[in-house]
T-cell receptor
Framework: GAVVSQHPSRVICKSGTSVKIECRSL??????MFWYRQFPKQSLMLMAT?????????EQGVEKDKFLINHASLTLSTLTVTSAHPEDSSFYIC??????????????FGAGTRLSVL | QKEVEQNSGPLSVPEGAIASLNCTYS??????FFWYRQYSGKSPELIMF????GDKEDGRFTAQLNKASQYVSLLIRDSQPSDSATYLC?????????FGAGTTVTVRA
């Protein structure tokens, strides 16, 4: 399968600081990437869809000014959590979409970033 | 809101047995269906996908799809302790995945 690289794997920061998470498609070009958040013992919640060269599409209830997404190239999307607070502590996972046969798509996931805000 | 229903489990099976996981979905327009495995503290990894009604086999895994009943299942044959994880059912529609809550499987050695 396709390889999606996500960095950092873990970050601890102080309240009020900003944190940037990178998501790279290593062996393919990804025009569309996705950002998810997962709280303990809950399922993945889609935060936003990132499209190369255009503005991200945010899911209802996700603050676009707090979670800045940039998808400036076909292999890199970034998520910046601005002015992070303890309630932003979570597991953030990116995913990239790959075209499959018959016009279908397959999504592969990065390893995730565990954010802890003190 | 598109709904994906899975039994949360935990589903406990002895080593070597068959684990059967079920998933129902609300969107009749869904055309692609994915099963992901997620180990505790890790991100999801793709197990297999199915597009057409019927069965699809990949190694010890078999996915079954019935679009008329809006039902998709995953069978794990010869279950191993390494199969202990949460299994996520994810229909693909509107160009994105909708995730169920997942079924936690525990394989007893």
């Amino acid at each position: 399968g396709a390889v999606v690289s996500q960095h950092p794997s873990r970050v601890i920061c102080k309240s009020g600081t900003s944190v940037k998470i990178e998501c790279r498609s290593l062996d393919f070009q990804a025009t569309t990437m996705f950002w998810y958040r997962q709280f303990p013992k809950q399922s993945l919640m889609l935060m936003a869809t990132s499209n190369e060269g255009s503005k991200a599409t945010y899911e209802q209830g996700v603050e676009k000014d707090k979670f800045l997404i940039n998808h400036a190239s076909l292999t890199l999307s970034t998520l910046t959590v601005t002015s992070a607070h303890p309630e932003d502590s979570s597991f953030y996972i990116c995913s990239a979409r790959v075209s499959s046969s018959g016009g279908k798509y397959i999504q592969y996931f990065g390893a995730g970033t565990r954010l802890s805000v003190l | 809101q598109k709904e994906v229903e899975q039994n949360s489990g935990p589903l406990s099976v002895p080593e070597g047995a068959i684990a059967s996981l079920n998933c129902t979905y609300s969107d009749r327009g869904s055309q692609s269906f994915f099963w992901y495995r997620q180990y505790s503290g890790k991100s999801p990894e793709l197990i297999m996908f199915i597009y057409s009604n019927g069965d699809k086999e990949d190694g010890r895994f078999t996915a079954q799809l019935n679009k008329a009943s809006q039902y998709v299942s995953l069978l794990i044959r010869d279950s191993q302790p390494s199969d202990s994880a949460t299994y996520l059912c994810a229909p693909y529609d509107d160009y994105k995945l909708s995730f169920g809550a997942g079924t936690t499987v525990t394989v007893r050695a």
